[in-house]
């Protein structure tokens, strides 16, 4: 198994501009969420999905979107990019929701510079 | 929400016992408390994860008092692969009331 698969590794954005972070896993996880990571802040919870066709938002969600379409992805979309979203973007997955303290399996990141 | 607090930065050497400390006084009934590890350019790593009392794993030791509005995460005989920031996590359900600590950023020295 790869786990948990982000793309790209690093990005360069100017203001205003879109794009898609891609996340990925083979473990036929049902929960898969999205963080940023910002220094002296920790991570901060953006999106999650409980499972295809169903995605809610977390602590930080303004600026983002996301869609699940399949078990498999989870991709994060900025429809217009600011410098204040320049940070480390994290994704996660974990087997379920039925259990209280399923541990999250995380992706190696991408790092977002916007300019 | 629980409101997460841990040390910035530690220091130990190899060998030592490091023990991280994270304060959550909101913690609520259902919350569980969960650790984890971070390598840079890397993803947060699991470590160990509790309810109350005493987990112990083959890597850690997590201690939670009966007030749980505090835990402690134990590292015995650290080394300089240990070196790394740990965190904290509080919540349940994977939903969006969990809440990450800032990190403690544990730096080994020989």
């Known amino acids: 198994n790869a786990g948990v698969t982000q793309t790209p590794k690093f990005q360069v954005l100017k203001t205003g501009q879109s794009m898609t972070l891609q996340c990925a896993q083979d473990?036929?996880?049902?929960?898969m969420s999205w963080y940023r990571q910002d220094p002296g802040m920790g991570l901060r919870l953006i999106h999650y999905?409980?499972?295809?066709?169903?995605?809610d938002q977390g602590e930080v969600p303004n600026g983002y979107n996301v869609s699940r379409s399949t078990t498999e992805d989870f991709p994060l979309r900025l429809l217009s990019a600011a410098p204040s979203q320049t940070s480390v973007y994290f994704c996660?997955?974990?087997?379920?929701?039925?259990?209280?303290?399923?541990?999250?399996?995380f992706g190696p990141g991408t790092r977002l510079l916007v300019l | 929400l629980a409101k997460i607090t841990q040390p910035i930065s530690m220091d130990s050497y190899e060998g030592q016992e490091v023990n991280i400390t994270c304060s959550h006084n909101?913690?609520?009934?259902?919350?569980?408390i969960t650790w984890y590890q971070q390598f840079p350019s890397q993803g947060p790593r699991f470590i160990i994860q509790?309810?109350?009392t005493k987990v112990t794993n083959e890597v850690a030791s997590l201690f939670i008092p009966a007030d749980r509005k505090s835990s402690t995460l134990s590292l015995p005989r650290v080394s300089l692969s240990d070196t790394a920031v740990y965190y904290c996590?509080?919540?349940?359900?994977?939903?969006?009331?969990?809440?990450f600590g800032a990190g403690t950023r544990l730096t080994v020295k020989p």
């Open positions: 996660a997955s974990s087997p379920s929701l039925d259990r209280a303290q399923e541990t999250q399996y």
């Open positions: 473990m036929n996880h049902e929960y």
């Open positions: 999905s409980v499972g295809a066709g169903i995605t």
């Open positions: 909101n913690i609520a009934t259902n919350d569980y």
């Open positions: 509790g309810y109350k």
């Open positions: 996590l509080v919540g349940a359900n994977n939903n969006n009331d969990m809440r």
